[in-house]
């Protein structure tokens, strides 16, 4: 496989890099400063595109890449793929599904203790030596609140576990009713904004889902309610919350993941009642090694004529 050419369009986890290195020609594009002059002379041998959600595959790069065959995405959503047009065009499309839903339903949980119990802020109080002068300030229990979940899938589902360890109650709002849980639907935003205190964002990143957290979901959720955000920064209308967190219409945010990132509203840094992580919720070593075995074991099923092992499109 040597000879089929497979393009990165941003770096990746070195891993990865060294595993496509090792079975394909790896094209990146960040090392050829003309990009026109690149895909002049290379866009009849690039027949793969690894995509990260960082880098947009839109139909502009699809249409530019003649020789194209598939998409082998290092994430399990796929809102940076235009889908809809890779199936007009028969461009194969795979992810990242199950090898990464502990890592991500961990950091929701981790998200939901260090926001209600401010552990970060503890951590910054004892590193200044505040201790000396007083005891930090009481917290809001965890333990038994009601947790709802946008997006009972796999990562939500997982998430629902773990809250159920901790006795929460818990409730859901997704497309589809689960019958098969216990857990209480409510068939809008909204509704489970105003009956959960701690609400989880777990849902897929669509069109219908972009800014599903806004002013009306703020307000439901109210002064004693708190947002966790795992799945995309485009599923909260960030600057409605910025303004709810600084005005303390909400009790708090945890958020992996922000609208345009690596930027991050600087309102949010002074604010001790929302945690801050830099998209980390699938970032163990041993979670990206599974999903970087993904994403090559799928190129390999494609260009050996096998079935795709985590097709999409
Ligand atoms: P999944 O199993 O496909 O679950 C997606 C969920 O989104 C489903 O419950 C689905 O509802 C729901 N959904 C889709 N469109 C919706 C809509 N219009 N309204 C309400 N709910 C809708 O995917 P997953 O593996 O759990 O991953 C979920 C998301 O987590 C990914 O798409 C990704 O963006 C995000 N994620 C983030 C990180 C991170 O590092 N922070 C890591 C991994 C994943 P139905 O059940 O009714 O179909």
Not at 16 to 39: A, G, H, V
Not at 133 to 145: A, I, N, P, Q, Y
Not at 151 to 175: Q, V
Request: charged residues 25%; aromatic residues 8%; glycine residues 8%.
């Amino acid at each position: 496989m040597e000879a089929i050419g497979v393009l990165l369009t941003t770096p990746v986890y070195s891993y990865l890099e060294e595993e496509l290195d090792s079975r394909f020609k790896l094209f990146r594009i960040w090392n050829f400063p003309q990009k026109d002059e690149f895909l002049k002379e290379n866009s009849d041998f690039i027949r793969a595109i690894v995509g990260t959600p960082n880098s947009s595959v839109n139909r502009e790069v699809i249409d530019s890449l003649p020789a194209l065959e598939i998409i082998s995405s290092f994430s399990v959503g796929l809102d940076h793929v235009d889908l809809a047009y890779c199936k007009e065009k028969g461009v194969r499309v795979t992810n990242t599904p199950d090898v990464l839903t502990e890592d991500v339903a961990d950091t929701a949980i981790g998200l939901i203790l260090a926001t209600l119990r401010g552990i970060c802020e503890c951590d910054r109080y004892v590193r200044a030596g505040l201790w000396k002068k007083g005891d930090f300030k009481l917290t809001t229990k965890f333990s038994g609140k009601k947790v709802g979940i946008i997006g009972l899938g796999r990562i939500g589902t997982a998430i629902a576990k773990r809250a159920e360890a901790f006795n929460c109650p818990i409730s859901y709002y997704s497309r589809s009713q689960k019958p098969e849980t216990n857990y209480i639907y409510f068939p809008s935003v909204v509704e489970l904004a105003s009956h959960c205190d701690i609400l989880v964002v777990a849902c897929a990143l669509t069109a219908e889902t972009r800014h599903i957290i806004n002013r009306q979901v703020i307000d439901a959720l109210g002064p004693k309610g708190f947002l966790i955000n795992i799945g995309r920064g485009p599923h909260i209308d960030e600057h409605e919350l910025v303004s709810a967190l600084v005005e303390r219409r909400i009790a708090g945010a945890g958020l992996d993941v922000f609208e345009k990132e690596p930027h991050v509203p600087e309102e949010l840094f002074g604010l001790d009642n929302v945690v801050l992580l830099p998209h980390v919720a699938s970032g163990t070593v041993e979670t990206r090694n599974a999903m970087a075995d993904l994403v090559v074991g799928n190129l390999e099923a494609h260009f050996s004529k096998k079935p795709l092992l985590t097709p999409v499109v």
